[in-house]
Structures are given as structure tokens and as C-alpha cells.
């Protein structure tokens, strides 16, 4: 009896480990990938090692952008600011922590570092349907990210951007969206931390997306990332003084 007992509360315990371990936030759980996104995170620990950095991009397929459609917008303002994009399309805030712990920041000390990030932990997995994240594991992700910044770049200032607005107005990503900035807007410390929301910028009087500034309403055109530029340069400027 007792041995079956032991094997009773064993077998309760490995249950509850099991089920803890399901619950864990993947948003806070450094992750890889492989392939071109490793390559690329490789080319980023390369670029850092030349050293020269004082404006840091860090992001997703967003932040990647200004080197496709945003690339003449991003030659005039952060070319001569020897400005770097960290951007990886795809990536969710737990792959900007992998590579945030392996080794892209090593030897850098941008004077700013603009971090935009969390849209694709919102919203729904293609394959299964089931949401990625709950928008409190979101802000979870998110918060995790400007800490490791904190922690790798002690003496970098840091411009949160808010998650820009994206799907049709009556989109119900729309209202996570809202609630994960206005959590984020928590963040902004009046010293190191700098939060910043231009996604009023982007939306029509309506409050719809213009396909002229984000062609499938999540990605941005040529005028989306001028708009972006625009929207940021007081502030940008200001902490870059």
C-alpha cells in the first residue's frame, strides 16, 4: 500500500510539473530559429563586432522593412546617424531574448536603441488557430525584452514604440492591440525608457487602414515608413541629444 501510495503522489507531481510546464508564457522563453533568420542573426553579431553603432533598430518583419520599402526614408534620417537594423521578419519577442542573449549587443553602445515588437505574439497560429499569445503574456514578452536591453545596455536610451494598428477597424486584434499599449505606456521611466505611440499616425479619419500606407494592412509602404520617420523624430532627435 504504501509503495503504491508513493507511486500515486509521484505520478501526481510529475502531472503538475507537466502542467506547469504547458502554462510557462512562450513569449518570455528565449527561442531560435534556423536557416536564413540564423544566418541573419549571425551577420547582426558580425556587424556589431565593427562597432560604430549609435542608433540601434531591433524588431520584426516592421523594423526589417526600412531596408526594403523604407530604405530612401531610412538613408536620409539614420544613414549619417550610423544607425543599424536588427530587424528579423517573423521574430516574437522570444527570439529577439535568443538573440539578445547570444550575442548580437556585444560591444555596442548605441546612444538609442528603437524597439519595436510583440505584433506577432498577438493574433492566431495559422496551422492550429489557437491564439499565440494572450495579450498579459504579450506585455509579459514585451517587458522582458526592454529589461534584457536594460540589463545588456546599461547606458542606451530606449524608444518603446507602441504595437502600430493593423487589420480592419472592426478587427478584434484591434482592442488587443490597445490594451497590450496601454500596458507598455507603464514602462516609460522619464529617464532610460522613452515610450512612444504614433499608430493614430497611420489611421484614416475612420480609424481605417489606408492599403497606400500598409498595403495588407500590417506591413508598411514607402509612405507608411515615411510617416513613421515623421512621427518619431521629435522624440528620436531629442533622446539622441
Known sequence: MKKLFR???LAFFIALSTIAVLAQNTAIQPA???????????????QAKQGGIKLLFIGDSITY???????????KYYGPRHAANFGIGGDRTQHILWRIQNGELKGIKPKVV???IGTNNTGYERDTGQPRNTTPEAIEGITAVVKALRAKLPESRILLLALFPRGEKDDPIREQL??????LANLDDGRKVKFLDIGSKFLEPDGSLSRDIMPDLLHLSQRG??????AMEPTLAAMLK
Open 225 to 230: 515608413y515615411q510617416i513613421w520617420a515623421d
Open 114 to 116: 528603437v524597439l519595436l
Open 65 to 75: 522593412g526600412w531596408q526594403v520599402e523604407g530604405q530612401a526614408v531610412w538613408d
Open 32 to 46: 531560435s530559429k534556423e536557416g536564413k533568420w540564423l544566418e541573419r542573426h549571425e551577420s547582426f553579431i558580425a
Open 7 to 9: 507511486l500515486a503522489v
Open 178 to 183: 490597445r490594451a497590450i499599449n496601454s500596458a
